[in-house]
């Protein structure tokens, strides 16, 4: 299982960070060509599209992958079929549905009247992003990662390729925030068009018809996950759309509000999440490989596995940390040309560990089937962060809605684990792996930030302030070795 587990992680994690470079450089051309303002409006459609996406294919693509793990091959293409079937109609509903009521939505809901029309063209995205989902759901459920990562690179090139192209030699004549929502049209067609050629080598789906056990057997696993799920993005959807109105009541007129929002969701909240694509490979591959454990009995993997995946995102999240604080001001101006963006890294930078961990711990928990217990969590983490937006946010502005998002991931990520230590007997010294680790990553990194800021006085050279990081880095890295903090017996492949 672990070496399932860190293969898979480790193709998706090099996929992940291949996507997330380029929509990294993507997010910096964004910014340029929409303006912080329609960078906002763009932002604002996704809280519609995250819905739609929890009715169609979230709880499905987990629900068949789930499924698909633990039955035999002979029943894979059956599952497969009936969660296509549910999510073709689902999609289709809801693609006619906005569709009908794009104005309404955007006026009563999102309220901007501008998003109508990138609703128009996101609605058309629905069911070809269903199907692509559930396909990715079944190569997870068989332990093929690569398919799904490759999946994910497509969609990404294309979808950023369609965009450049168009906005760089003004090929139509529409603004360039149409575009921006029609590449992801064109990105989720090649990504779909890959899968199916992709499945169409494993197996025949014929006419989607499906045994109707089956049918009732995806339908009662997804029904839960769905429903779960979608409470969550409806509450995440609602504070999201929330945030600029209450931004209003601060002071800020309506088009500075939608101006920080865009920078805030398009660009310093992405970026923050960018080391994190290791704990989302992990998540996507952890869920299915403890549910096999754990049905199994094999408590020692189910908790040497944990233990370890905990422990390295921890690590990852206070080495993030460490640099957000020390350098996010510098990353905000010299590649965003934003000083917000530089702020709000820099605030932002205690949300790492939390945040990383949070997802490896809530992976682990759904694998063992307690789906309840993380959706009760993170129900009651989204509350806290609306509470703060009302209360706070009107009084102090962005820093108030900034301290609800770091309450509500602290007391998310508590209680994740203070269940799993109790469900599982499994183990992490704070002080080793967070408080010591956190505490010399900042202060070494400060030393060398100082260094290159007096070797830029100096001689007036960059490069030499960038060779001063190095040894620094080297500094962290022997650090975590010599306190045994990463081991070659973690991240070895078994025998």
Known sequence: MKDQLLKGTLILTIAGFVTRLIGFVYRIFLAGELGEVNLGIYQLVFPVYSICFTIYAAGL???????????????????????ILLSLCLSLGLSFFIFSFRHEIAISFLGTKETAPLLLI????????????????????????????????????????????????????????YIAVGGLLAG???????????????????????????????????????????????????????????????G???TDALALYGILTGVVLPFILFPGTITNSLSVLLLPAISRASGTNQEHHVRTTSSVTVRYSLLLGVITS?????????????????????KLLTLLAFLCPFLYVTTTLGSIINGLGKTGVTFTITVFGLVIRIACLF???????????????LCSQITICLFHGIYLMKKTKIHCNLSKYFVWPFIFSVSILYIGRIA????????????????????????????????????????????
């Open 252 to 254: 800020y007129s309506m």
């Open 391 to 405: 209360l706070l946010t009107p009084r102090y502005g962005i820093f108030g809605y900034l301290f609800g998002l």
């Open 61 to 83: 693509q987990t629900g068949v992958s789930q499924m698909i793990s633990h039955q035999p091959p002979k029943n894979h293409g059956q599952i497969l079929k009936a969660g």
């Open 122 to 177: 996101l609605s058309g995205i629905f069911p070809i992003c269903g199907i692509t989902s559930l396909i990715n759901g079944y190569f997870y459920g068989i332990n093929q990662a690569s398919i799904p990562a490759i999946t994910q690179i497509l969609e990404q090139l294309f979808r950023v390729a369609f965009v450049f192209i168009l906005c760089f030699y003004d090929l139509l004549s529409v603004p360039s925030i």
């Open 188 to 250: 989720e067609l090649v990504s779909n068009m890959y899968n199916i050629t992709r499945l169409r080598k494993r197996m025949s789906l014929g006419w989607l018809f499906s045994s109707r056990a089956q049918f009732r057997n995806v339908l009662r696993i997804s029904l839960p996950l769905s429903g779960t799920k979608l409470i969550v993005a409806v509450l995440s959807s609602v504070e999201s759309v929330l945030i600029p109105p209450i931004l209003c009541q601060h």
């Open 322 to 342: 460490a640099v957000f604080l020390n350098f996010g001001t510098d990353i905000g101006i010299y590649l965003f040309h934003s000083s917000n963006a530089g």
């Open 452 to 495: 290159g800021r007096w070797l830029i006085d100096k001689t007036g050279i960059h490069l030499l302030a960038y060779g001063a990081l190095i040894p620094v880095l080297l500094a962290i890295l022997i650090y975590f070795y010599k306190f045994r903090l990463i081991t070659f017996r973690d991240i070895r492949f078994p025998h």
